[in-house]
């Protein structure tokens, strides 16, 4: 009866960790991804002029338009959420609440600041036919570029309180873990053995 709780557990450990680690994945690619703008794209879009600048936000913001960045991006807040369910009982889940907390900031910002503006841009049209690139510019890329910058902060730091609660629920023990005998101080004495 004790190997089967033993194994029970052991897997129930097994699968809170794997869903953990999906977690951290996805809230990697996500950070990596406002990072890279924030660090990469914007300021070399930045250099760009007006039509080109606006060109080239509504290609991108049009490519971002896939099933595998929307899968990643709503996976992240939804893998974190199970994660942070599975994690109720261990001391790992205020690591992962915070990263919830974190990302869901992140979440919220992208769907009511970034989209918006997005959405505002790709309807001003084609840039060759916009009367004045330079004012649908403005109206657009410091907003973006600020809030992006947030975006970027908030989801890296959701990602390191992932890795961290990974590294607490490593360290932990389950109910009916598996232990060396000579790594428990209860067993006594290791000079007999």
Not at 12 to 41: E, H, P
Not at 103 to 114: A, E, G, K, P, Q
Request: proline share 3%.
């Amino acid at each position: 009866m004790a190997t089967a709780r033993n194994t029970t557990a052991a897997g129930g450990r097994r699968g809170t960790g794997l869903v953990l680690g999906a977690a951290t994945v996805a809230m990697g690619l996500i950070a990596g991804t406002f990072y890279i703008f924030a660090c990469g794209v914007m300021p070399g879009l930045a250099r760009s002029s007006d039509r080109a600048y606006i060109e080239v936000m509504q290609d991108i913001n049009a490519a971002f338009e896939n099933a595998v960045f929307f899968a990643s991006f709503m996976g992240a807040l939804l893998i974190t959420a199970v994660a942070a369910w599975m994690l109720r009982r261990d001391p790992a889940r205020w690591w992962v609440l915070a990263a919830l907390l974190a990302y869901f900031l992140t979440f919220v910002l992208t769907v009511t600041v970034n989209v918006p503006l997005n959405d505002e841009l790709a309807d001003a049209g084609d840039p060759a036919k916009i009367a004045d690139p330079a004012a649908v510019r403005a109206d657009f890329e410091d907003a973006w570029v600020a809030w992006n910058v947030v975006r970027a902060l908030l989801s890296t730091l959701a990602l390191g309180l992932l890795v961290r609660a990974l590294v607490v629920f490593g360290r932990g023990r389950g109910a009916g873990a598996a232990q060396s005998a000579y790594l428990d101080p209860a067993a006594g004495s290791s000079a007999s053995r």
